[in-house]
């Protein structure tokens, strides 16, 4: 009996390890670059970013997400597994931004789309999240740090 409780849990420790490897690559891909919001919503109508308005978001490695959603500030959680990402506890603060026109609703949108964020790609300069009615999209542009 003891042997089969070894087994077990060598296979268990394999397991998790296995998990927190792709949870590390994952995330060195979108850790220490400052990402700009390029566009959001349907993948086959995209919405630009508002002219004089910018949207970032940077990735910590401790699963830290943070930046400006456009006129507040936020931050929140990550998890990333392979090319699955989830994005939780997501809080910003409360101003209220009059310019340009639309900036709130902006600002709803993309926090609700990083909300709703299942899975995300990289490919060069570009990181596209992908929400989980699978029509929409963030699509963003690294930039410096």
């Known amino acids: 009996m003891k042997g089969y ?5 060598f296979a268990l420790l394999l397991v998790f390890s296995a998990q927190g490897c792709g949870r590390f690559k ?3 891909a979108l850790a220490n ?3 700009s919001l390029q566009s959001y919503g ?12 910018k949207i970032t978001a940077s990735f910590a490695k401790d699963g ?20 699955r990402v989830s994005m939780t506890r997501l809080a910003s603060t409360q101003m209220y ?10 600002e709803s ?4 789309a990083m909300e709703q964020a299942t899975s995300f790609e ?18 963003f542009l690294a930039g410096p740090q």
């Not at 931004?97 to 902006?106: A, K, S, T, Y």
Request: aromatic share 6%.
């Open 5 to 9: 409780s070894r087994v077990f849990g």
């Open 42 to 53: 349907n993948s086959s109508a995209p919405t630009p970013v508002l002219p004089g308005t």
């Open 64 to 83: 830290k997400v943070s930046d400006t959603a456009g006129c507040n500030r936020y931050s929140g959680e990550f998890v990333v597994s392979a090319k």
């Open 33 to 35: 670059t400052s990402w």
């Open 26 to 28: 994952a995330s060195a």
């Open 97 to 106: 931004c009059l310019e340009p026109d639309g900036i709130m609703d902006q």
């Open 122 to 139: 990289v490919k060069g300069r570009e990181l596209r999240i992908h929400m989980s009615d699978g029509k929409g999209a963030l699509t």
């Open 109 to 112: 949108a993309f926090l609700g």
